[in-house]
Each structure stands twice: as C-alpha cells, then as structure tokens.
C-alpha cells in the first residue's frame, strides 16, 4: 500500500473549560476521521454532538492504551484518519497518549498535531511571570514527603516552576510550598477560561490566608506556578577560593574539562560555567 493510502493520527486539543476555544480545523476533523479514541467516551460523546459530528468512539486511558496500538495501528493502514483526544487540553500533557504516539511514531506512521487549549500554556500567558525558561513539573506527588522532596530538588532553578494540581490537594500542596520556597512570589491560576477564572498572586502564605478568608477560591481546577529563583552570586572568597583550587588542578597537569568537572562535583553550579572559568585561567586572563 502507498503511503498516501496510510491513515494519519490527529493529536486534538479540546478545550479546557470554553467551547469557544476548540479551533475550526480541530472541529472539522473530528468530524471527518474514522474513529476518535477518547480518554473517556462519554465525556467526548457530548463534545461530539455539540459538534453534530457521530464518529466511531473508543477509550484510550492509562490502563488500556499499550493494548490499544495494534488495534489504532490496523485502521491506519486500512488508510483510516484517527484522532486523539482526552477529556480537556492537549492530550499526553499529564494526560494518556504517549505509549500510544511513541509507538506509531516509531513505526513510521503519520502523527499531526491539532494545537489548541493547554492550561499550563494558558497560566502562564497571563501570569506576569518569566516565561523565557520554564519548567512545567505536572502534577506533585499525592503523599506529602515525595511532594516536598520534589519541590526540594526543584527550589535552586532558575525557571518559573509550573504545576498542576487538585482541589483536594491545594491546600497541603500550598503549606508545603510555602515551607520550601518561603517568601517567592506564586501565581496561582484557577477555572480557567471558565466564568469564575481568577488569578491570585502572592506568596504562599499570604494565598493560604486569601483561600481561609473566602473558600470557594479553593474550589475548581488550578495551575500553580513559582517565580524561579534568583540567579546565584558566587561571593567572592568561594571566588577566590575556587580559582586556587582550578589553578593547583592545572598546574598538577589535570585537563581543563577533569578540573572544572571536579571544582562542579564539589561546589556545584553548571560544568560548563567551570569549564570557561578554567580555560580562562590555563590562557591566563
Ligand atoms: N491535558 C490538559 C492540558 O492540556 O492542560 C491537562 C490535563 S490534567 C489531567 C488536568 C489538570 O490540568 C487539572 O487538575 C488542572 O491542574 C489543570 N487544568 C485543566 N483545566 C484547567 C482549567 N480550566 N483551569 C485551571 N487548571 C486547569
């Protein structure tokens, strides 16, 4: 079979809360594809009549989507269209999909992105937080130990930080942060593109007192983000320091790259940064 007879895979936005926001090409396609596979069927099912679109429905969640290959795979090579959706946003965005669209991609099947409502992307266009670097870290772990160990290990990066979270969750995921980041300004945004979207900011003490004072803030669906941490100063006796110890490594013959891995394992901060520090002094600026 040619390849123009080999069915595509449309990966599918939806929306995460305004109808509005399903693009027309996105709505087009699913009315025009074979089959959808939906993370749950009946939620997609509504979707799809208020498109007045009837396309074939199968699940596709966490559970069964290994097992769901074989079968996506023989109706693309039947020359069948099939999308992708999950309940809200962009699928595989701590949403199922990945298994799915790994192994096609690796058997060389078409897979085309249909981009549209992603709620990490939509926080952070309206949050005022940097937005050049940023490290968007899913969902946190439900017990409260491997959560603050995770924001522990995440605390001394510069990016703006990106969560998802629950509502039964917001308020001890709120605590922890405020134990970890202290007085680092937070954005929490919530419902949004809904009718009661807001967004608050301020540091995660002053958001536990603003969701005690008025508790329906804590009802709905969240997008939690940090302002990065502040770019580290190396002071300058660890300066000093640093350079004899790079300097004594050079003049024992260590290579640049051995030295600036060592002074790196030791006092942290990237290698490369001790790489150009070490070049710079074996060239004697
Ligand atoms: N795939 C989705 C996306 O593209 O954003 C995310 C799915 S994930 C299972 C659901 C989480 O996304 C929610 O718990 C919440 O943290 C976030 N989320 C989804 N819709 C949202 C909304 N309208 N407002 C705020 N957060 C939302």
């Given at each position: 079979m040619s390849d123009a007879l080999v069915g595509s895979l449309y990966v599918v936005a939806t929306p995460i809360g305004n109808l509005e926001d399903l693009s027309p090409r996105a709505s087009r396609l699913l009315g025009e594809v074979a089959l959808v596979a939906a993370e749950d069927t009946r939620h997609t099912a509504r979707l799809l009549r208020h498109l007045g679109v009837s396309p074939s429905l199968?699940?596709?969640?966490?559970?069964?989507e290994a097992g769901r290959v074989e079968q996506i795979d023989r109706r693309l090579a039947d020359g069948e269209d099939v999308a992708l959706v999950s309940?809200?946003?962009?699928?595989?965005?701590?949403?199922?999909?990945f298994v799915l669209v790994r192994e096609l991609r690796a058997r060389g099947r078409r897979i085309v992105p249909v981009p549209g409502a992603c709620a990490l992307v939509a926080a952070l266009s309206a949050a005022g937080l940097a937005t050049d670097r940023f490290l968007f870290s899913g969902f946190l772990p439900a017990k409260g130990g491997a959560r603050r160990g995770r924001l522990e290990a995440l605390q001394d990066h510069q990016a703006s930080l990106v969560f998802y979270e629950s509502p039964h969750r917001i308020h001890n995921t709120l605590a922890d942060l405020a134990q970890v980041f202290g007085e680092r300004r937070l954005v929490l945004a919530r419902e949004?593109?809904?009718t009661f979207e807001t967004f608050l900011d301020g540091t995660a003490a002053s958001l536990i007192?603003?969701?005690?004072?008025?508790?329906?803030?804590a009802r709905g669906e969240f997008v939690i983000m940090v302002e990065g941490a502040p770019p580290r100063e190396?002071?300058?006796s660890v300066q000093?320091?640093?350079?004899?110890?790079?300097e004594c490594l050079l003049?024992?013959?260590?290579?640049?790259?051995?030295?600036?891995g060592c002074v790196a394992r030791l006092l942290g901060g990237p290698r490369k940064a001790w790489y150009a520090r070490a070049q710079r002094l074996k060239d004697g600026d």
């Open positions: 199968i699940s596709l969640h966490e559970h069964n309940d809200a946003g962009t699928p595989l965005i701590s949403d199922p999909g949004l593109t809904k007192e603003r969701l005690a004072s008025d508790p329906d803030q190396v002071n300058e000093v320091e640093s350079d004899r110890l790079l003049a024992e013959g260590v290579g640049v790259k051995q030295a600036a």
